[in-house]
């Protein structure tokens, strides 16, 4: 019997206005009154992941947020993990983006810092209508020149949980890739989105991702893995839908993805999240 559902946000729980429906947030509901733990697991970072849990007729328990960089209570109030990337890893990233004309988005766990990368790539993004709840921009720092980028990474008390490279060219996004691969010091998640047209990576320290992040919470709540059930959509789901005793892919989701997974569910469109609660996990409390 599955105690522990973990469910990703964009593309999954989310519909296409960044928000949750009534119809999976009181899905979610009814699996919590089953006495289930519900963790949000995204790649978004811990600020973001309460915004879409007050959106639950109830909060989540838990969150797996930044790729399973942190691992911690929805309120912060407790940490079972934290793993993010350390002084030698954010200058091996600067380096790559430097070398390749670009320059990174860096993740703490209640903010972020951007360049004029990811502000380009969300300029696409709503370009081409795609909407993006977030609380992210309230605690965003802009980071103009190289410079300034050495200079965040001398400044001691920062965190950084992840970093994303974009760049409008997705063979430089490749390009980015490979040299951070040939280190064999980084986790890579990439993402394509619009037939190939837009294509980001987002990047981890060496063993943290999604899958990581969900078991070591499934062992802090005394679960097996095998008492969990993983519902995702994109490349960074992969990791904990192959762990989960039970992964439901999204109808929305890459064919690479569907193959992955032990079952597919409808679109994140057409309330995804909930049928698959009620098909896999409600009824077998009945």
């Known amino acids: 019997m599955y105690q522990l559902l973990a469910l990703d946000l964009d ?39 309460r915004l879409f849990g007050e959106q639950l007729f109830a909060p989540a328990d838990w969150a797996v947020t930044v790729n399973g960089a942190l691992v911690s209570r929805l309120d912060g109030s407790e940490i079972v993990l934290s793993a993010g990337l350390d002084q030698r890893d954010c200058r091996t990233i600067l380096e790559v983006c430097s070398r390749y004309a670009s320059d990174p988005c860096f993740y703490t766990a209640e903010r972020l810092y951007f360049g004029d990368g990811f502000n380009r790539f969300f300029d696409e993004l709503r370009r081409r209508g795609y909407h993006m ?6 605690g965003a720092v802009y980071v ?34 490979h040299a951070l691969e040939a280190t ?30 969900l078991e070591r919470l499934a062992a802090h709540l005394g679960f097996s893995m095998q008492q969990v059930m993983a519902v995702g959509d994109s490349d960074n789901d992969l990791t904990m839908l192959r762990q ?43």
């Not at 709840?133 to 309230?138: G, I, K, N």
């Not at 190289?146 to 970093?163: G, H, I, T, V």
Request: aromatic share 4%; hydrophobic share 40%.
């Open 144 to 177: 103009k020149e190289m410079a300034d980028w050495e200079a965040l990474l001398e400044e001691k008390e920062l965190s950084f949980s992840k970093a994303i490279l974009y760049h409008r060219d997705p063979s430089v996004v490749d390009g980015m890739m």
């Open 133 to 138: 709840v977030s609380r992210q921009w309230d």
């Open 184 to 213: 064999g010091r980084f986790e890579l998640a990439p993402s394509v989105m619009y037939g190939g047209a837009l294509k980001n990576v987002e990047v981890n320290r060496k063993g943290v991702h999604k899958g990581r992040g």
């Open 11 to 49: 593309g999954t729980l989310l519909d296409r206005s960044s928000r949750v429906t009534k119809q999976n947030a009181r899905a979610v509901r009814r699996a919590q009154m089953a006495g289930v733990k519900i963790a949000l697991c995204t790649g978004r970072h811990l600020a973001d992941a």
């Open 244 to 286: 989960a005793g039970l992964s439901v892919a999204m109808g929305n989701a890459p064919a690479h993805i569907r193959a992955a997974a032990d079952a597919c569910t409808a679109d994140h469109t057409e309330n995804g999240v909930a049928r698959a609660i009620e098909r896999y996990l409600l009824e077998e409390r009945i």
